[in-house]
């Protein structure tokens, strides 16, 4: 950093019920990145108010999982379904091969 560079950020925070004081949730750093204050806590939306579309050019670790309980996630080289049980009920590989626990049934 140099004498005449100021680095900035921008901190969002909220007073929780019941506090006082408030409390960061989201920081816009110096780069421009969009940062969570705490991992694995806050949530983009909820099941009122939803995105209508999210654009992204790389999306790294971690499963999506469905409002239903179905869940996606990285397995080796591709991706596996998982049922709201837990269950891993299909996999599609990078070779394009789709690999089923159950039976395919064409009626749509």
């Known amino acids: 950093m140099s004498g005449s560079s100021l680095p900035t950020r ?7 019920d019941g506090a006082v004081d408030p409390v960061a949730q989201i920081t816009i750093d110096k780069d421009g990145n969009l940062l969570p204050e705490r991992r ?10 939803k995105w209508n579309l999210v654009r992204a050019i790389t999306i790294t670790s971690g499963d999506f999982v ?4 179905v869940r996606t996630t990285e397995e080796g080289d591709g991706i596996a379904f998982y049922n709201p049980q837990g269950t891993k009920i299909a996999a599609l590989d990078s070779q394009g091969n789709l690999h089923i626990k159950g039976k395919i049934i064409q009626d749509l």
């Not at 921008?10 to 929780?16: A, G, I, Q, R």
């Not at 806050?42 to 009122?48: H, S």
């Not at 469905?66 to 309980?69: L, R, T």
């Open 40 to 49: 694995d806590v806050l949530n983009c939306g909820d099941a009122l108010h």
């Open 10 to 16: 921008l901190t969002f925070s909220t007073t929780p």
């Open 66 to 69: 469905y409002e239903n309980g």
